[in-house]
């Protein structure tokens, strides 16, 4: 299922998308979705991607997206630790190693 703060971060009223059953569409509910006549929620282009958001005031609504777009609004998770953690790590090992690593003035 889908986020509802992606159809917030895309400017979409859920009220603009056509109702979804009631069940998670599984199999030949999602592929008769993807019939060619419906456009992507974001670019207009024929859908290739169909899924489902639901929210309290409008229920559960189908959300249908282009491949290029579910690519382009699909959350990536980033390093869960700060990067300056990991980076001292690796140094620490650069230098038991006995590597010499280059400073911020090149040296």
Do not use: K, Y
Request: charged share 20%.
């Amino acid at each position: 299922m889908i986020n509802a703060d992606l159809l917030r971060s895309l400017a979409i009223d859920p009220s603009d998308l056509d109702p979804a059953p009631p069940w998670t569409p599984r199999g030949s509910a999602g592929i008769q979705r993807l019939n060619g006549r419906h456009p992507c929620v974001r670019c207009g282009r024929p859908s290739t991607v169909a899924g489902v958001v639901e929210t309290p005031e409008h229920g559960r609504r189908w959300v249908d997206r282009c491949v290029p777009c579910l690519v382009a609004t699909t959350p990536r998770g980033g390093p869960q630790t700060p990067f300056a953690e990991p980076l001292a790590v690796l140094r620490e090992a650069a230098r038991t190693a006995g590597v010499a690593l280059p400073t911020a003035d090149g040296v």
